[in-house]
């Protein structure tokens, strides 16, 4: 467990500077310059995730168990992470209704990916786990939209293909991730 905390807090910790260090992230950036910021917090963030990934699978190892969630609960997760596919791409393809409604959809599928892993994992590592990033997901979505509100940012939105687009990609991530490389990577199939 050691090993998976000490990766959320890279992981999460390096992720939460521009929500609530802002001002310390800019004046990192003016001394180091942007490419050199880019890299430290690249090389903090993989670092961080393959400190969480060990961490998690050791943790699964020898589980200690909060509860026994039913079977169809997997099946409700698998579901719940087909809109949050899509959130996720529309967060990287500018000018979604999704992008421009929500201002920062990533968040949102960060909270329906969480929640979804929270109703059908029952194991300490699992709530330490996806219950971090459901608490960083809901802070990350607040704090940005109230920061866009004081700045007055404003998205703009550019058409319908790009919304066509957003959904063709999610759907396709999410059938590719649900029915095989979940399996793959994870262990487990959502839908075996």
């Not at 000018?95 to 421009?100: K, M, S």
């Not at 991530?173 to 262990?187: C, E, K, S």
Request: charged share 10%; net charge positive.
């Amino acid at each position: 467990m050691t090993l998976l905390l000490a990766g959320l807090l890279l992981f999460i910790g390096g992720h939460c500077t521009n929500l609530i260090a802002p001002q310390w992230r800019n004046a990192m950036v003016s001394r180091l310059g942007l490419l050199p910021w880019k890299g430290l917090y690249s090389v903090v963030a993989i670092g961080g995730f393959i400190l969480l990934v060990i961490g998690y699978g050791e943790a699964r190892m020898n589980p200690t168990w909060l509860w026994t969630p039913p079977v169809w609960t997997r099946h409700l997760a698998a579901l719940i992470t087909l809109p949050a596919f899509i959130l996720l791409f529309a967060s990287q393809i500018p000018g979604n209704r999704l992008q421009v409604k929500l201002g920062h959809p990533m968040y949102l599928g960060i909270k329906l990916w969480a929640f979804a892993h929270l109703i059908a994992n029952g194991g300490l590592h699992d709530l330490v786990l996806f219950g971090t990033f459901l608490i960083w997901a809901i802070a990350g979505f607040a704090l940005s939209r109230r920061r866009d509100r004081i700045a007055g940012v404003q998205k703009v939105y550019k058409g319908a293909v790009r919304d066509v687009l957003t959904l063709v990609v999610g759907i396709g991530a999410w059938v590719a991730f649900a029915l095989w490389l979940h399996g793959m990577l994870i262990g487990v199939k959502p839908f075996g």
